[in-house]
């Protein structure tokens, strides 16, 4: 028992000596935290990372050499307290863990005794604490809002009122401005509110965005272009497009691609590499971190600037970029056409890696014009071919213009192309991968523009028509002309940003304002759905008078309302992802059983769709391909018409349609799906329900 109490009393003193030891490092690291000089110093390493003595010193402020011995000093205490620690080894130093909890528990202290001033403060998006001050609601009233003063008083006031009633003692920007919001709307001033409405996400968006990456292919730069998108999406349609335009978006009655940016970007440009990179890339005061070739003198220089000019023009159109004039510059490099060849697939593999903004990639094509040099040509597409077996989903396409040239010369190699999973598409004349007419072919040297992402719901305009195919019209013609007042004032936007150096290779390089042309362009979605079975016209040859009368009123109208808002208007019945989402809106609205009578079990028609199995029996006399040419001519904007192979169609047999298609049409785009294993990117024709290569049943095409 003595030794027991021995223990106990020999026991207490060391206890005494922990808890004194422990309170005197307390006290010390208290000590440290009351020099503003040495927390300045904690807040520059933990946002600034590892620093040396001098670039640390030179951060905190101690810059004269009279202050040397200030700096070492508070340094010194930092160390001796393990808040601050040295890597001896790179003679740098870093904030620990210790100094980390030191720095989170100022600032802890310092917004407590804020809160327990019984003053109200405001965090606000510039990431400051400030206290609340009425006046300031006001100048942003009568900023943002333009409301007149009087009235910016007394919102103020009873939004102050209700601050004070909710005693609230954190208050954000967003919630402030959220009462202001509530108290227009109350008071009558809906438009008012709009214009001071905040652009955003709410949190549970955000959440879910970051939680399912899964799918995201682009990064983090996914994450951010869908965000700001969002935006620069709830900004179009609630502060800029006319409410009248705005509404039949939301409603389904047309559709608006990529809204997030329709005031910032082109769709579709034509451009002439030669314009662009002949004399090498000079991007004069814009990019400054990408590298300058001043002239194009050698194979590599050349192949370097195809790439670079390739990724950066692709971020100045939002779907598609047609690049006229490979041909001719590779023309003179031609003495080594194995090196040519190789150094294409590198250009081609290097600049597939370009972001892209939205869940499409955009398309970068190369128009190759048959009847000019042969071995060029041929290096192209052997190039495009070895680009296409090592790229799962290609960013690069090709469009064949056989105006010129024999098609008979480079089938068989287009056919393996097609087989592959390549994008082509053969026309006699300039057009985009889509099936986008050029329509001033003549001047190839200047950049043309493209506005096409309006699409109009036929079928839900017949819905609404009583099977009137008068009244039918009409409605078209109404809903067109705000619409086409709404692309002008677009058009207005993106060349008012493109001057001011948006986009710098169209502002710079090609001198967009005073070269460029700009058409607008509106694409008819489910023509045939509309005409055929929900009008009730057989498919006839009265129903197909129908049909042309509907194309014809679409086509005048453009001209009309074109000539009155001075800009170049045309109409187009080509791909648009509208397709999908009027076919749903509509089966909400009418019942889905009356939109799947009207599909017929398809989706709504975006031009027209040929099997290739059909061809062996076409001639230019049949009905089909009568009507398909004739409605290509009277669209004036283009007309999308693809081939669609069976998955097990051979080369041979898709070789035999390319060169039979030429001989019916003028434009055509075969399409076969290829099997893409999800989980590691294996490309096979043969894939079926598992992946041989990794054994994945997540299997795409």
Known sequence: MDMELSAEITEEPRRGDILQSTSKRVRMIFSVMAS??????????????????????????????????????????????????????????????????????????????????????????????????????????????????????????????????YQTTYLTGSLIREMVNSVLLEHGHEEYRNKLARLGMPVFDVKEMISNVDNVDNGVEGLLFKTGQTVFAEHLLFNMLPKDVADSHLSGDLHIANPGMWSLLPDTIFVNLKELIEDGIDLRGKALGVTRIPSIKSLENLTSSLSMITSLISKEASQEVIMDGLTQLLAKHSKNITELEEKLVEAFATSSTTSHYTQTPLLVSYRIQLGSDQKIIKAILSAYKNYIKITPIPKIGLIIDFGKGKLTDVSDILAEIITLGGRVIFSKGSVSNKGLLRDDIKNTGATSIKLQSLSINLPRLAFESNKDETYFRARLALLMKPALSSMSLRKK???????????????????????????????????????????????????????????????????????????????????????????????????????????DGKPYSEGFLFEGSEFSELTTKSEKIVECNKIAKKLNGGLSTRIRFDKDAKSSEIKKVIEKAGDLMTSFKPVKQVAICGNCGLKDEKLAEKCPNCKSPYIIS
């Open 493 to 599: 936007d993106i060349s008012d940003l493109t001057r001011r150096g948006l986009n710098p290779i169209l502002a710079g390089n090609t001198q967009y304002m005073q070269r460029s042309s700009i058409s607008l362009i509106v694409n008819l979605v489910g023509l045939r759905e509309a005409v055929f079975n929900i009008l009730g016209y057989q498919n006839n040859k009265e129903g197909r008078e129908i049909l042309h009368k509907v194309i014809e009123t679409a086509v005048d109208i453009a001209a009309k309302k074109g000539k009155e808002i001075g800009d170049n208007v045309s109409v187009c019945m080509t791909e648009s992802e509208g397709a999908t989402r009027f076919a749903t809106l509509d089966g909400e609205k009418y019942g889905k059983n009356s939109v799947l009578r009207s599909l």
């Open 36 to 165: 503003p000089n040495r927390i300045d110093i904690l807040r520059i390493l933990n946002s600034k990372g590892p620093l040396t003595y001098s670039e640390l010193k030179s951060l905190a402020g101690f810059k004269s050499k009279k202050e040397s011995g200030k700096f070492a000093y508070h340094l010194r205490k930092l160390l001796r307290q393990s808040l601050v620690a040295l890597n001896k080894s790179e003679r740098r130093y870093t904030i620990t863990n210790l100094g980390k909890l030191v720095l989170s528990l100022a600032r802890q202290i310092e917004e407590r005794s804020i809160i327990e001033s019984g003053k109200m403060y405001v965090r606000t998006s510039r990431e400051s604490i400030e206290e609340f001050n009425s006046h300031k609601i006001i100048q942003s009233l009568v900023r943002e809002g333009s409301l007149p003063l009087e009235l910016a008083e007394k919102i103020t006031e009873e939004v102050e009122n209700r601050i004070y009633k």
